[in-house]
Structure formats: structure tokens, C-alpha cells
């Protein structure tokens, strides 16, 4: 039993999970959107998200489960999977993850050609945004309508495809990936896509006043999206897990 115990990841090992993989999943994405973006064009961008994401969740995801994303750990938390109590911890090592891979590009960016960096950041440095900086001009009511859709279908996604009994086991990872892929491809459009606050936090710190004084949205309501993507599923699927039922239960 002790070599059991031995081998649980303490919580530390799993914010430092959730902090690295949310690292992975800012820098290589948001680094192929600013270094390589004319090359890749938004089809490459959409599948670094992707595939970033898929190398964070098998490298990590054993360890803290592969939120790397607010937005699902919120989702998680209301579907009840995830406890509740543990969310800041996991929440605050995703937002310093993501920091630290803009952070890093900004450091490359000072060594690279000139006017690079400064460039970058006038353009809002890969940012999500809404009206002028919005990438074909949508307004904020599509970017609340996109950013809350797409959230909750990414997070009903990774609950079904988790799911112990009815789950994908071990292509679970890939299914979310491509399923990222999707939406980017679908919504880069619209607000830049966040789905994923951290990922919006982490670029707006360079991106300059727009993006800061927008960044609201793209915190709000892809949580709005994760939180209304756990409670539909749970309805749906687990509805043993509803608190209604489970205090009835306990009556009985």
C-alpha cells in the first residue's frame, strides 16, 4: 500500500502539471501565430492549438488530468468531476503557465529582427478581441455568442470522451485536440479564439489597452461556457450525480 501511495502525485506535481501544459499550449501556439503566422495561416495556427494541447494531455494529463484551461476546470467542477475547492490552485497554475510562455516569446522577440517585438505588440500580440480588434470585424454580441458556445461544446467533448465507462481511453486525447482544432478553425475569425482564459490573460499582458480593456469577455464567458457544459452533461448523462437527487437519495 505504501508503494501505492508513493506514486499518487501530490498537489503539487499536479498544479506544476497544470502550469507546464498550459505553458505548452500558449507557447507553441501562440508562437506559431506570431513567428510563423504568414507562413501557416490560420489553418496552422488552428492545428498548433491542437496539437500542443494533444502533447500537453498525454506528457502531463496522467498527472493533474489535462485541464490547462480555467474554462474546463470550471466545466469539470459542475459536471462533478473535479472538486470544487481544488479549482484556484489549479486555476492560478494555468494563468502563471500561459504568463510565462508569452513571456517568453516576448524574450525571443527582443533578440529577433527589428521592430519585431514591436510590431507584434501593435498588432495586439495574437490577442482576442472584439469590434476593431476583432479579425473580420465581429462585434461583442458574437464574440459572447461564439465564445460561450464554443467553450461549452469543447468542454462537452472532453466529458464525454473521459468518461470512465463510456470514454475513448486512450485516444481521449486526441479527440479533444482535433476537437480544438475545430473550433479554431471555425472561430479565429470572429475573436481570435479564446476558450481558455489563461490563454487570453497571457496574451493581452503584451497586447496593449485594446486587448486588456476587452479581456473581460474572454474570462467571463468561456466560464460560462465550461459551467454550462458540466451542468448539461450531468443532466443529461450523470444525472445520479445531481445534488437534488443525491440529497433525495440520502431522505430515503
Known sequence: MSDT????PTTANKLVAEALGTFLLV????GTALFAGEVVGWLGVSFAFGLTLLAGIYAWGPISGGHFNPAVTFGLAAAGRFAWKDAPGYIVAQIVGGAVGTTLIV?????????WLSTAQDGGFASN????????GFGI???IIAEVLFTAI????ILGVTHTKRGSGNIAGLSIGLTLVFIHLASIPIDNTSVNPARSIATAIYGGLEPLAQLWVFIVFPLVGGVL??????????????PSLQSEARVR
Do not use: C, Y
Open 5 to 8: 501511495l508513493a506514486t499518487q
Open 27 to 30: 507557447f507553441g501556439s501562440i
Open 107 to 115: 524574450l525571443i522577440g527582443l533578440f529577433g529582427p527589428t521592430d
Open 129 to 136: 478581441g472584439f469590434g476593431d480588434a476583432s479579425p473580420s
Open 141 to 143: 454580441g458574437a464574440a
Open 154 to 157: 469543447f468542454v462537452m467533448v
Open 229 to 242: 457544459a458540466g451542468l448539461l452533461h450531468r443532466a443529461l448523462f450523470e444525472p445520479n450525480k445531481l
